[in-house]
């Protein structure tokens, strides 16, 4: 059998038992992606990170994100997850303050020690009014506003805070609709800002917290509130909190999310050796 390292991490989040959980797996090189695929749904979180030290140099490592049922072109919350283990355990970090990830489909991300722990730098996405009667239909309140990326990511902007929270969508249907985000969200009680998030069609019927959604969301709302930074919750079932900015710049706007996080276990995998 081959032994595999192995952590669950608990994201944005300051304890156990709350926030976003992901699984982190460090590999000494690539595995296969069937064997990839079936370790990440046998672990059964919303999605597993892989990291391998970058042979090409232009990043620290590389790192790739599976779901349960396939692989996703970006995850912030598992980027956050895995600059948490490497600044954490890898000893040729050292005291590094810094570490960067290439990945296949979102380019270089950077994870950093903060006051709040880290901060994760994610691609800005934007967004542009549109319609969707289908999905509206389906997700069980009428929003105000609706906002698509064609690469899968809908804002569906509601009321109230009691509106997000009382959602019921109908997963079934959405699954049918596709492999994308359905990001519903509306001004905060607590923090500026709340929202639920719905992916029923990467297997995950409701996300915990999603990085990539913020993604979405800080640009959103950074338009509406009139200023780069502001304070999110994520009212899923673990909750989830971060500090969410926007940083405007030549190359293309960055996103920097800001949040704890907690290593709940950590242990080893096994698998059979091939042949």
Known sequence: MTRLPYFHVDTF??????GNQAAVMPLDAWLPDAVLQAIAEENNFAETAFVVRDAE?????????????????????????????????AEH????????????????????RAAAGYELALPAIPTGPDEW??????????P?????????????????EAEIRGLDPDLRGLRALGNDQFICTAPGERTDVVSRVFVPGGGVDEDSFTGSAHACLTPFWAERLERDSFTAHQASARGGDATCRLA????????????????????????????
């Open 93 to 112: 970090m050292g005291d590094a303050a810094r570490v960067t990830f290439r990945t296949r489909r979102a380019g270089t991300l950077e994870v950093r």
């Open 248 to 275: 405007r710049g030549e190359g293309g706007d960055r996103v920097w999310l800001g949040g704890p996080c907690v290593t709940v276990v950590e242990g080893r995998f096994y698998i059979p050796e091939a042949g």
């Open 13 to 18: 989040a300051d304890r156990p038992f709350a």
């Open 57 to 89: 140099s232009e990043a620290d490592y590389e790192l790739r994100w599976f779901t349960p049922t396939e692989e996703v072109r970006l995850c912030g919350h598992a980027t956050l997850a895995s600059g948490h283990v490497m600044l954490t355990e």
């Open 144 to 160: 105000r506003e609706v906002r698509l990326n064609p690469d899968g990511y809908g804002i569906y902007l509601f009321e109230s």
């Open 133 to 142: 009667d289908e999905a509206v239909a389906l997700l069980g309140a009428r």
